[in-house]
């Protein structure tokens, strides 16, 4: 197995019927994790266009990132291969004025030599599903402008652009 310079898989050694990716809870235990995979999607993000913006308004929600935040509308699942943790989804379900419940994906980030190992596609089945067990009519998530990768994530699991979000800085 190839393995990064912290002990991670690399992209190349992906799952296999014997290196399965994994999805479970976060629980009791992986609040340091959390947070340390949280402040590297925020790094990442922060350089993509509108990235700034986007860490300003939503870093800090939800308001703390920890193993209990799951809850009756919200979950934390972590993802990875061969029993290690490489990434996260934050999923909620949100009540719309309607009645109707909406599915958010509100968070997901994949350690970059891990991507394209199945790990971010598993833990958005194991959302929508939760999702579908909700009674969610859809599912949304956000990807920054110029993100191609992350747009065709989503789109390969069925999102579609419904909304565009629009910003100019009055700090010119």
């Known amino acids: 197995m190839t393995v990064d310079e912290l002990g991670r898989p690399a992209a190349s050694a992906g799952p296999t019927a014997t290196r399965p990716a994994f999805v479970r809870p976060a629980g009791p235990g992986d609040e340091n994790l959390l947070g340390r995979l949280r402040r590297h ?6 350089a993509a266009r509108g990235g700034e913006m986007y860490r300003e308004r939503h870093a800090v929600a939800p308001p703390a990132l920890r193993s209990d935040w799951s809850g009756e509308t919200r979950r934390v699942w972590l993802g990875g291969l061969d029993g290690t943790e490489l990434g996260y989804l934050l999923a909620a379900v949100v009540p719309l004025p309607s009645g109707a419940r909406l599915g958010v994906i509100e968070g997901i980030y994949v350690e970059p030599d891990a991507r394209s190992c199945g790990i971010g596609e598993l833990m958005t089945s194991v959302a929508i ?3 579908r067990a909700e009674r969610c009519v859809g599912v949304e998530a956000t990807a920054l402008p110029g993100e191609r990768e992350t747009k065709n994530f989503f789109e390969e699991h069925g999102l579609k652009t419904r909304l565009l979000t629009v910003y100019r800085s009055l700090e010119e």
């Open 41 to 46: 999607a925020f790094a990442a993000v922060e």
């Open 129 to 131: 599903d939760w999702f």
